[in-house]
């Protein structure tokens, strides 16, 4: 198997999996018991914590702990909305977000009375910050714009876009679940006010994720049955995961800029073995501002479900831009919100590199989808050909 879908899921590295091991079997107090057990398994989070912070630029107070990315968004895009309310009701938001965080903008807008404007972005799929500046108004309260699209690897010009909103007072909340260990992440010079991140994502196990919340924010708990993390997200801490989060983040970020210059040169080589075969095929978002491993190709002319299942077939993983609905293939709203036509859109394919793959993977890759793209677009012409033949 060649794993080309890191954008999704990252393989659990060894020092995330020795951090947990004690919390799994030794130390399995409740972090929140006052007892000798409870007070081992609270010196682990605050431990984690302590170093999170470090790695972030961040203070250990500004932290909360959570389930993973998508709690992250709607706590901080539910929460910073609601708490900040009597000061405006209009919210902006990236059109090529999340759906976690577009759906919870979507909510807050048609149960709870907000006004939300989603903001356009160019071909590339980058924001114009004249746009974020034409939007902003006196009662807009919280912007949210991802560093880097999960689909695209788009990077957004964030510190003209965190500039703006500091000028006119309104609150950014960044997705950062795709680009932390990737670029450079240091929190308190950024003048975000919250920012999401979850530990899958580098290496760390699923099920764990944090939110950075600028120290003095107030913001209104998502759920309740507690006053876990300073009253701002209830439930029983997650112990074993939150130690294996803080181990991977210091693993991913132990040669963050050499490692970001492999997967670049790997990503290219890949593109060169998809582009020769098949000059047809185009890259998707912007080439220069993107995150080093992404690359997002359509084939026109072929389904994006077909060449996965195809290239499945052969021992790829990779993924579509496009999610499954009730049985039916929707293309990406990321491409459509770029300007893509639907055909391009639903025939686009995600191929996202790691720590773990190699030069050899890659021309074995190439090698692959080359052949398996001259099977499809060889099937496609012999079935229309037959169609003609019949009309």
């Known amino acids: ?13 060894a020092p995330a999996l020795e951090a947990m091991q004690p919390f799994l079997e030794r130390h399995y107090g409740n972090p929140s018991s006052v007892h000798a057990a409870g007070r081992e398994a609270r010196a682990g989070v605050d431990d984690a914590r302590d170093r999170l912070a470090v790695l972030l630029g961040a203070k250990p107070h500004e932290l909360v702990f959570t389930s993973g990315g998508t709690e992250s968004n709607n706590l901080a895009v539910l929460g910073l909305a609601r708490a900040h309310r009597d000061r405006g009701r209009h919210l902006i938001c990236a059109s090529v977000e999340h759906h976690a965080v577009l759906h919870a903008f979507a909510h807050l807008g048609k149960r709870e009375a907000f006004e939300v404007t989603f903001l356009p972005v160019g071909d590339r799929g980058r924001i114009n910050p004249d746009e974020l500046k034409r939007a902003i108004r006196d009662d807009t309260i919280l912007v949210s714009i991802m560093t880097a699209n999960n689909e695209t690897g788009v990077l957004q010009p964030m510190e003209e876009l965190a500039d703006l909103c500091e000028d ?12 932390f260990g990737k670029v450079e992440t240091r929190l308190i010079e950024s003048g975000l006010a919250a920012a999401s991140f979850a530990a899958h994502k580098f290496h760390g196990p699923k099920g764990a994720g944090l939110l950075y919340l600028r120290a003095g924010l107030p913001i209104e708990a998502a759920q309740f049955g507690g006053a876990h993390e300073n009253q701002r997200r209830p439930g029983t801490e997650n112990v074993p995961a939150i130690a294996g989060m803080a181990a991977a983040a210091e ?36 080439t220069t501002h993107r995150l080093a491993n992404t690359l997002n190709v359509s084939f026109a002319g072929l389904s994006s479900e077909t060449i996965l299942m195809a290239l499945d077939l052969e ?23 770029m300007g893509l036509p639907a055909s391009l859109a639903s025939s686009a394919v995600r191929f996202s ?8 993977e890659v021309d074995r890759a190439g090698d692959i989808i080359a052949r398996v793209m001259d099977r ?10 037959e169609a003609y033949a019949v009309v």
């Not at 198997?1 to 590295?13: E, F, Q, R, S």
């Not at 890949?270 to 185009?282: D, K, Q």
């Not at 677009?377 to 050909?385: F, K, L, P």
């Open 1 to 13: 198997m060649i794993y080309l879908d890191y954008n999704a899921t990252t393989p659990i590295c």
């Open 168 to 179: 006119r007072g309104v609150l950014l909340h960044s997705d950062m679940v795709q680009s």
């Open 251 to 286: 693993w991913v970020l132990r040669d963050r800029a050499g490692e970001q210059d492999r997967e670049r040169a790997l990503r290219d080589r890949l593109w060169n073995h998809i582009a020769g075969p098949f000059p047809s095929a185009t890259q998707n978002g912007d």
């Open 315 to 337: 021992g790829i993983c990779a993924s579509s831009g496009s999610a499954c609905m009730v049985g039916s293939v929707v293309a990406s709203h990321v491409l459509l919100a």
């Open 353 to 360: 590199l790691g720590q773990e793959t190699t030069e050899e």
């Open 376 to 385: 499809l677009s060889s099937a496609r012409s012999s079935a229309r050909t």
